[in-house]
């Protein structure tokens, strides 16, 4: 996307414009932190739907709405991390809204202009809930293996509130993208488990004691822009307050097609042959 000398930076119409400066982070550092994407009057539209599916108002969605920090089993009342997948499947009115114009555009800078929009995904981590922990991971740990693409992800996490230590903001591990393997991912076991990604969606890798941790405090209606190969993962919320949190990721399009292809939509209710592909990231 060319950038003229008279253009804003920033937030303007349905594009989000950034800077040499922020684009470079990106891919040298594996995420930025953009500010002032979404002003009030834009988040109040799509905060009302996203509190629908936090309430467990939208039935019918199977494995794709289930706690992220524990077993699909879980009662709701004791959900600690809210997940709803493909909230777009499940409500079609959040198609083409301006949080999803303004990620496209952001992530079009960062890849190139065939990225296109792979999956959604709201995450909220309820108050007082030290338990609402999201495993040390790389998001590519949970997608099948495709060497033959360029993996290149742009995953915009729009902050519907202040994200911060106390109520368990994003951690990431800087440059750890940039190393050639992927570090080992296992599914988090629990007694009395037979297969444990059916069990449990959630995997979990490892922070090694050289690892620099930062934390990645984001305020609300800003975002946050990691890649599918750095470390990351989040503490519990030990605070009085939510964090909830919109997610967006954009890939290049060949490999979106290609996940198609095979059956693969980021759904929890695909099916998929999971030991097959934890073998592949570890051989």
Same mark, same amino acid.
């Given at each position: 996307?060319?950038? #003229?000398?008279?253009?804003? =930076?920033?937030?303007?119409?349905?594009?989000?414009?950034?800077?040499?400066?922020?684009?470079?982070? =990106?891919?040298?550092?594996?995420?930025?932190?953009?500010?002032?994407?979404?002003?009030?009057?834009?988040?109040?539209?799509?905060?009302?739907?996203? #509190?629908? =599916?936090?309430?467990?108002?939208?039935?019918?969605?199977?494995?794709?709405?289930?706690?992220?920090?524990?077993?699909?089993? $879980? %009662? =709701?009342?004791?959900? @600690?991390?809210?997940?709803? +997948?493909?909230?777009?499947?499940?409500?079609?009115?959040?198609?083409?809204?301006?949080?999803? @114009?303004?990620?496209?555009?952001?992530? *079009? @800078?960062?890849?190139?202009?065939? %990225?296109?929009?792979?999956? #959604? @995904?709201?995450?909220?981590?309820?108050?007082?809930?030290?338990?609402?922990?999201? %495993?040390?991971?790389?998001?590519?740990?949970?997608?099948?293996?495709?060497?033959?693409? #360029?993996?290149?992800?742009?995953?915009?996490?729009?902050?519907?509130?202040?994200?911060?230590?106390?109520?368990?903001?994003?951690?990431?591990?800087?440059?750890?993208?940039?190393?050639? $393997?992927?570090?080992?991912? *296992?599914?988090?076991?629990?007694?009395?488990?037979?297969?444990?990604?059916?069990?449990?969606?959630? !995997?979990?890798?490892? +922070?090694?004691?050289?690892?620099?941790?930062?934390?990645?405090?984001?305020?609300?209606?800003?975002?946050?822009?990691?890649?599918? *190969?750095?470390?990351?993962?989040?503490?519990?919320?030990?605070?009085? /307050?939510?964090?909830?949190?919109?997610?967006?990721?954009? /890939?290049?399009?060949? !490999?979106?097609?290609?996940?198609?292809?095979?059956?693969?939509?980021?759904?929890?209710?695909?099916?998929?042959?999971?030991?097959?592909?934890?073998?592949?990231?570890?051989?």
């Amino acid at each position: 996307m060319a950038v #003229d000398q008279q253009t804003r =930076f920033g937030a303007k119409g349905s594009e989000y414009v950034l800077t040499e400066d922020q684009i470079r982070d =990106f891919h040298e550092n594996g995420y930025i932190i953009l500010d002032d994407v979404l002003t009030e009057e834009e988040l109040a539209p799509i905060e009302a739907i996203y #509190d629908v =599916f936090m309430n467990g108002g939208v039935p019918d969605m199977g494995r794709d709405f289930c706690d992220m920090s524990g077993p699909y089993t $879980r %009662a =709701f009342e004791d959900y @600690q991390i809210v997940n709803a +997948v493909l909230p777009r499947v499940y409500r079609p009115e959040l198609v083409g809204n301006i949080y999803e @114009q303004r990620a496209e555009s952001i992530s *079009r @800078q960062l890849l190139g202009d065939t %990225a296109t929009l792979d999956y #959604d @995904q709201f995450l909220a981590k309820r108050p007082k809930k030290g338990g609402a922990q999201f %495993a040390w991971h790389q998001d590519l740990g949970y997608w099948p293996s495709t060497p033959q693409f #360029d993996t290149l992800t742009a995953t915009v996490s729009l902050a519907l509130d202040d994200a911060n230590d106390e109520n368990g903001c994003l951690q990431v591990v800087p440059g750890s993208h940039t190393e050639p $393997r992927l570090r080992p991912h *296992r599914p988090m076991i629990r007694a009395g488990a037979g297969n444990e990604r059916e069990e449990s969606h959630t !995997l979990a890798a490892q +922070v090694a004691d050289g690892d620099q941790v930062v934390s990645v405090p984001v305020k609300r209606g800003s975002v946050s822009v990691h890649n599918e *190969r750095i470390l990351h993962g989040s503490p519990g919320n030990g605070s009085e /307050r939510w964090r909830r949190t919109y997610i967006v990721a954009y /890939r290049h399009k060949d !490999l979106v097609d290609y996940e198609r292809s095979i059956g693969f939509t980021h759904s929890h209710n695909d099916k998929i042959n999971w030991t097959t592909h934890l073998e592949s990231l570890e051989s």
